[in-house]
């Protein structure tokens, strides 16, 4: 074995890097063992490491922290995942109920009840109603704090999580980023992604919660999908034709469309205000009349199966759907439309005033 006197200077340069320093990312290993190869201090390891701790700002924080990875050169959402595996397991603090239930309580003499557990730790959360109870608060005016403080909580944690895509990725088993970061290869990502994609299927939940619990659950599910979209697709060419439709109809308290806002106004955000119709599964007809449960959909050349990759039986499919509760169809192409204007929007007409 090798003395310390006796090594070289790129030895000693290692053991800083490796061994003092530690966990840099390998890029930026490389890039500080070239310029440590140039500087006088690579000769002695302590001032080395000094040399580079200032370097690099090395803030005095442990693996636990995402700023311990992002100084040693890893992104944002690298560092997020690192800091998350370095975080101390098995530390039983005040906001668990087992530190309680180990203790005696002084009020009583013996050990904390669950109970008593439960409200210590919950007084210690802003969003528990127990939190500002102990804080004077009347029972229903700490329901609505807490409330409160748990909305702001999420909106804030929102605002972050878009502000950050990359952690978003990397911390979502719905994303390839997620797998990759974990070892997988990318076509090994994908397959896990699409496996991810089928676990909340309508047999599955219905499977687990039962037929109507299932159903249920699962519309939720999708409703929920349809609204994190603040903007979704539509074809502007049907728009076209409902906005000639409506001057020739009575009222529009029971229609709706994608451009046509909840007050009745034109809406030209690129919003889509259809109606969502909770069925056999969720839908958004083009145009409804929900008086009369009369319904256009518009045939888009592209994606109704006339031209590219349309889905006739995605159509067909939703269509018995329709029927099965109630509702008359009346569908219009695209090309009918451009090739007949006139005719098309007398059709459909008659069609929602019979």
Sequence with gaps: MK???NRT????IEECLNEKVCNLHPELYEKLFDKLLTEPVANNVAKCKIYVSKLLSIPEMGKHTKEYWIVRGWSEGKAHIKSKQFCQKGIV?????????????PNTGVYYTDCEADYERNSRRPIKKEYWMKRGYSAFDAEMKAQDTKIKNNKSGANTSKSNIEIQKITSKRCIDYWIAKGYTEDESREQVSKQ??????EKCIEKYGEEDGKRRWLDRQEKWHKSYKKSNFSKVSQLLFWEICPHLNSLDDIFFA??????????SGKNNELKLRLDKLLLPDFIDTNSKKIIE???SYWHGLVG?????????????YKKNGYLIYRVSENDYKTKKETVIEECLNFLKK
């Design 9 to 12: 200077i790129q030895e000693k």
């Design 298 to 300: 518009f045939d888009g």
């Design 93 to 105: 603090g005040p906001y668990s109920k087992e530190f309680w239930t180990s203790k005696i309580n």
């Design 309 to 321: 990759k349309g889905n006739k039986n995605r159509d067909i499919e939703r269509d018995v759907i």
């Design 197 to 202: 994609q089928a676990t909340f299927t309508l």
């Design 3 to 5: 003395h310390k006197r």
């Design 259 to 268: 451009e046509l806002d909840g007050n009745k106004k034109p809406d030209k």
